[in-house]
């Protein structure tokens, strides 16, 4: 039965509760990582400096696509990579019933383009899904985490094989060199305002 776009609200508490849904290598790492939803808004940014730095790509498809490539864990849960050996998960179905009966219809095209991969703005978005457990690593390495170090053959991996970009790889090399602290003490007010505190 079609409801129109009677299931807006719905959507919308929906969307809300990627907040809960516990991303599924807490299993493997045993350490508290970003929730889905925030995961999905740095992966927006990520894909965004990748098009830009690319020069590739419509930056309105890659914002669309971005913030609905994980959203239908939401019905089928995140499968980390020793899940996915043994389950699969319908994401196209769970995508059509998602947006169905929404002001959100066309995302459901959208995220058929993510799942197929033959775009670049799909190989972006990819890319920078990657990418962002790669930033994660790099902030549990600041907090002296051993789990970066664990995981950096099989991160240099991803790097060589499974990156689509020229730029994601770069991306990937300035995060092995990065200082997570450099953007907050660049910005303290000693640096900022040098006459505070006097």
């Given at each position: 039965?079609?409801?129109?776009?009677?299931?807006?609200?719905?959507?919308?508490?929906?969307?809300?509760?990627?907040?809960?849904?516990?991303?599924?290598?807490?299993?493997?790492?045993?350490?508290?990582?970003?929730?889905?939803?925030?995961?999905?808004?740095?992966?927006?940014?990520?894909?965004?400096?990748?098009?830009?730095?690319?020069?590739?790509?419509?930056?309105?498809?890659?914002?669309?696509?971005?913030?609905?490539?994980?959203?239908?864990?939401?019905?089928?849960a995140d499968l980390a990579y020793v899940h996915k050996v043994y389950s699969q998960t319908d994401d196209l179905r769970a995508a059509h019933d998602l947006?169905?009966?929404?002001?959100?219809?066309?995302?459901?095209?959208?995220?058929?383009?993510?799942?197929?991969?033959?775009?670049?703005?799909?190989?972006?978005?990819?890319?920078?899904?990657?990418?962002?457990?790669?930033?994660?690593?790099?902030?549990?390495?600041?907090?002296?985490?051993?789990?970066?170090?664990?995981?950096?053959?099989?991160?240099?991996?991803?790097?060589?094989?499974?990156?689509?970009?020229?730029?994601?790889?770069?991306?990937?090399?300035?995060?092995?060199?990065?200082?997570?602290?450099?953007?907050?003490?660049?910005?303290?007010?000693?640096?900022?305002?040098?006459?505070?505190?006097?």
């Open positions: 039965m079609k409801r129109g776009k009677n299931r807006d609200v719905e959507f919308l508490f929906e969307v809300g509760s990627m907040r809960n849904i516990p991303r599924a290598w807490v299993q493997h790492l045993g350490v508290p990582v970003a929730s889905n939803l925030e995961h999905m808004m740095r992966v927006v940014f990520l894909a965004l400096v990748i098009a830009r730095r690319e020069g590739k790509g419509d930056e309105g498809t890659i914002i669309k696509m971005a913030l609905v490539h994980d959203l239908v864990e939401t019905r089928t947006f169905a009966g929404t002001s959100f219809g066309d995302l459901e095209a959208i995220h058929t383009r993510y799942k197929k991969r033959d775009s670049i703005e799909a190989k972006i978005v990819k890319d920078a899904d990657n990418l962002d457990i790669d930033l994660e690593l790099k902030e549990f390495e600041e907090q002296g985490h051993k789990l970066p170090a664990k995981w950096k053959a099989m991160r240099k991996f991803v790097r060589d094989k499974k990156l689509y970009t020229k730029t994601a790889k770069k991306l990937w090399n300035e995060l092995q060199k990065a200082n997570v602290s450099q953007w907050h003490m660049d910005a303290n007010k000693w640096k900022k305002i040098p006459s505070a505190g006097k």
